[in-house]
């Protein structure tokens, strides 16, 4: 009797990761003969996981331990308490995690995920794997140890059918999609105009973003400040989009014209040409968000993240591509276990991106299909910004505040933020596509209870939406830490805040961390006013952190960890205890990073 060699592969991700390791597991799969589908976990029937036989799971954690947005609802499902214990006992699965240990809840979605399948029966094949951003080599450091062993265990339970034998690693894959150059005097849509003003009666979301005009780009620093920050103002009216303190707003953002056009040079390809996409593989579907006919243009402007740093899949496609000697055995090299610190070096350490290696392999990417091109290079992602602004204050307006990221490596160019450069160089009346989720902070709807908000830098966006709310309805108790280098450079919105101070609406306590020679945070401003925290907090006070992942989250519990102790005679595990506790019943938030 024939063994049924069938693999599902589903993937959470956020960022495009988690996906990009999902579209590897799946060529290898094929490799070994399986029959294999790669899916999203929301875009996956979850009633017929009772008849799966073997599933892998790539998961990511995004925020403060939540799952990516598309696998929100296969979480719900999945964690219910009514499932019995033993549906999937005819399931064996592997798991594997991507997450950032710079986080509190360090892949919290795969550990979970992991041990719920147990609780249902299932039966894993490997302890769950780790994979971390922070390690010296990336996750690639987990991941590719993680898929040998994969393998081995897998190939052990269902062995390849008789007379087959692995493919070789040297043939290339076929490629996802074949494409279709149509010919030029054929009349085709606008697509500068593509899906702006389709907008149906549902709220918006990424399949339909709502298309926002932008009403004001004001910097927010002073012009001779190192660092650039904006508040941006979009007008959505008759959006469909409601939201609150706490929510988040996503954009869609376009690569510069500058690296498009050299991204279309560097290929020899032709902005205005149109082509097809047709499905190569029944079990891969065409994007969604690619209009048919497509231009070579509206493709790498919209929707090739060629600005991205490559990952090593990357290297493996792109060495198939190599008749040039000493360009093939560089690539070749990237793509052992040996070469990964070179690797890294050449790549992730200096943020090279996929443009750039692309040009310094001139002759490997003159040989690249085009239709491969959807292979080689990842889906640019929407940007995620905590919106800055409440609808009861401004009814048909989203505020952005927005740091533009710029920085500097060993390459000659800066690096540059995708979307936030993007943002920054618009002029009013420009289009912008976004759309509104569900934040991972909630504030107290009891206009009753105070709350305490620490929001450094840009951190303090999601607190200018509470208090604006709260204000409008002229409600206090509402008391802000704000923390910047300088006062006359990057304090950002002094002019509101001191009018609500001037009011009573607000208690405000800055720290300017480089107007005096010792550095003073927001952390040290915590400790100055012990009694006040302490008080808010027995009174039933609720407390909120927002900001970079580095120190600063970590800096604050620690402050109110001694706030605690010291106020409330308490010792280190009683006020570690008393955080816990405030967590528990969600008076302690935290919305970082990095």
Known sequence: MEI??????????????????????????????????????????????????????????????????????FWRFILRKNLPVNSLSQLSYAMLGLGDSAYQKFNFVAKKLYKRLQQLGADNLLPVALADDQHDLGPDAVIYPWLDSLWKKVLNIYPLPPGREIISSTIRPPSRFTATFLDNTAPYPDLDNYRIGKHSNTAPGQSNPFYAKMTSNERVTSHDHFQDVRLIR???????????????????????????????????????????????????????????????????????????????????LLSYFADNELEKEKLEEFCTAEGQEELYTYCNRVRRSILEVLQDFPHTSANIPFEYLFDLIPVLQPRSFSIASSQKMYPDEIHVLMAVVTYKTKMFKPRLGVCSTWLAGMSTGTIVPLWVKKGTIAFPTDPACPVVMVGPGTGCAPFRSFIQERTVAGTGGNTLYFGCRNKDYDYYCQDEWTALVDKGLLNLITAFSRDQDDKIYVQHKILESKLMLWNILENGGWFYVAGNAKRMPDDVKDAVKQVIMECGSKSEDEAEQYIHKLEQCRRYQAETWS
């Open 4 to 73: 049924d060699r069938k693999l599902l592969i589903l993937y959470g991700s956020q960022t495009g990761t988690a996906q990009d390791v999902a579209d590897k597991v799946y060529r290898e799969a094929k490799r070994r003969h399986f029959s294999a589908r790669v899916t999203a976990l929301d875009s996956y029937d979850i009633s017929n996981l009772i008849q799966e036989k073997l599933v892998i799971f790539v998961c990511s954690t995004s925020g403060q331990g939540d799952p990516p947005d598309n696998m929100k609802l």
């Open 234 to 316: 979009f007008d959505i009216s008759n959006s469909n989009i409601s939201y609150s303190p706490g929510d988040v707003v996503v954009i869609m953002p376009q690569n510069s014209l500058e690296t498009v056009t050299e991204f279309i040079n560097h290929m020899k390809l032709k902005d205005d040409n149109f082509f097809h996409i047709q499905q190569q593989d029944l079990d891969i579907e065409l994007p969604g968000m690619l209009p048919q006919p497509c231009s070579v243009q509206y493709l790498v402007q919209h929707y090739l993240d060629i600005n991205s740093v490559p990952r090593r899949s990357f290297f493996e």
